[in-house]
Every structure is written in C-alpha cells, then in structure tokens.
C-alpha cells in the first residue's frame, strides 16, 4: 500500500505546486512499485532454494545423521541425482569440520571442480584423488589434486588413501559410486578393498562415505561401516 499521507497532500496541491513536485512523486511511485516487485521474487527465489533437488538431499542427509557426520555410511542415491548426491556429501563432510578428499570414479578433475563451482563450494578447500584422467589426458600439477594410473590399481588407491591420511588431519573420504569398480574387479576383491580400507580409515580415526547402490554389495559391506544413508531426494 502507498502512503495515504501522499495522496492527502497531492490532493490538495495546487496544480502549479503539482508540476513543481512530479520529479519526486514519479521517484516515489518509481520506488513504491520497485519495491512491491521485488518482495515477491525474493520469496520465489528462497522456495526454488528450498525445493531444488541438492538443498533437499542436504536436508534429508541430516536429518538421517542427526548431527556431525563421524565414522563410515554407505549412501545409495537416486542416480538422476548422482552429482546432487556427491555435492551433499561434501557439504556435510565439509559441515562436520573435516576435509573432504573425495575420489573420484564416474569424474574427472575438470567435471568435478565445475560441479564444485555450480554448488558454489570452494574446491580449493578439498582433496581429489582422479582414478580416470591419467588414461585420456597428461595430469597437471595441482594442489591436493591426486591422480591414479587406472581404477584397476587398488593397491595404489589404497596406498594414495594412507598417504593422505598421513599428511592431513581429520580427514572425510568420499568414495564416489563403486558400483563402476564391478566393471574392473568381481565382487570378492571389491569386497576385500572396502573391507581393508575401512579398517585403516577407523583405525585412523577419520570418516568415509561410500556411495554405493547394488543391494548385493550393500548388505556385504554394511557389516564394515557404522551406518547406512539413502539419498533419494
């Protein structure tokens, strides 16, 4: 609503005071309907923030943990949402004070640091290990950018794992999908991987997220981890 107090007094204005003050009344109705457009859209803008399907997936993954993540899950997600789901997952590890290294599977560096970008995380405050770019592309030189020779090295994504557990504190791994490993590895040495690494990752005191949806390899694994997480937006 305009100012009643407004239209009393150009009522009652002479017309020669009128012309005098329609620079200031057109500034007025200027900024009365400039500012009765923009209260909406800020208001639509927050619901599209609160429905979009990334801010969804970071409320129910709290809500699933109901406080700082600690110790290891394995996290299913709707594969539509698959980059949504590792955006929350670095967002919750990066929440519970840790440094997120995540591991890259389905990713390259390039693609992973322009989803980073898009969910406007600072990708300079994680670790990246990429099993997939040494095959197509020369590696560059990065800072906390890590790369493996192929994802049929275990041992050396194992070994690069410890190396970062050396060199950082307090450190939250966030496996991306290994349901690709099943295209380089049958199930029982998958199975062996995880179970090694989580015993390292506990031992060490540190976090993981396994993100993982064959419910076969699941409920093999559940046994090595401290809870389970679905991401289904």
Same mark, same amino acid.
């Given at each position: 609503?305009?100012?009643?107090?407004?239209?009393s007094y150009?009522a009652?204005?002479?017309?020669?005071d009128?012309?005098?003050?329609?620079?200031?009344?057109?500034?007025?109705l200027?900024?009365?309907?400039?500012k009765?457009?923009?209260?909406?859209k800020l208001k639509f803008?927050e619901l599209?923030e609160?429905? &979009?399907?990334?801010q969804s997936l970071l409320?129910?993954?709290?809500?699933?943990?109901g406080g700082e993540?600690?110790?290891?899950?394995?996290?299913s997600f709707d594969?539509s949402?698959h980059?949504d789901?590792?955006?929350?997952?670095?967002?919750i590890?990066l929440?519970?004070?840790s440094?997120p290294a995540?591991?890259?599977?389905t990713?390259?560096y390039?693609s992973?640091?322009?989803l980073m970008?898009?969910?406007?995380?600072?990708?300079?405050?994680l670790i990246?290990?990429d099993?997939?770019?040494k095959n197509?592309s020369k590696p560059?030189?990065?800072?906390?950018?890590f790369?493996?020779?192929?994802?049929?090295?275990?041992?050396?994504?194992q070994i690069?794992?410890?190396?970062i557990m050396?060199d950082y504190k %307090?450190?939250c791994?966030?496996i991306?999908?290994?349901?690709?490993m099943?295209?380089?590895?049958? %199930?029982k040495?998958?199975?062996?991987?995880i179970?090694s690494?989580?015993?390292?990752?506990?031992k060490?005191?540190m976090?993981a997220f396994?993100m993982?949806?064959r419910k076969s390899?699941?409920?093999q694994?559940?046994?090595?981890?401290? &809870?389970?997480?679905?991401?289904?937006?």
């Amino acid at each position: 609503m305009f100012n009643n107090k407004f239209y009393s007094y150009f009522a009652m204005s002479s017309e020669q005071d009128r012309d005098k003050n329609i620079p200031q009344i057109e500034a007025f109705l200027s900024k009365s309907v400039a500012k009765q457009q923009k209260e909406p859209k800020l208001k639509f803008d927050e619901l599209q923030e609160l429905l &979009s399907s990334d801010q969804s997936l970071l409320r129910e993954a709290r809500r699933q943990m109901g406080g700082e993540h600690k110790g290891q899950a394995i996290v299913s997600f709707d594969p539509s949402l698959h980059k949504d789901a590792i955006a929350t997952l670095v967002k919750i590890a990066l929440e519970s004070g840790s440094t997120p290294a995540i591991i890259l599977t389905t990713l390259n560096y390039k693609s992973f640091y322009r989803l980073m970008q898009e969910k406007n995380i600072d990708y300079a405050r994680l670790i990246v290990v990429d099993t997939i770019s040494k095959n197509i592309s020369k590696p560059i030189e990065a800072p906390n950018l890590f790369f493996i020779d192929s994802l049929r090295d275990l041992t050396q994504i194992q070994i690069k794992i410890v190396n970062i557990m050396d060199d950082y504190k %307090d450190v939250c791994f966030v496996i991306d999908s290994l349901d690709v490993m099943e295209l380089y590895h049958e %199930d029982k040495i998958i199975y062996k991987f995880i179970y090694s690494l989580s015993k390292i990752i506990r031992k060490e005191k540190m976090s993981a997220f396994y993100m993982l949806n064959r419910k076969s390899l699941v409920s093999q694994l559940s046994q090595f981890v401290d &809870s389970q997480m679905s991401l289904k937006g």
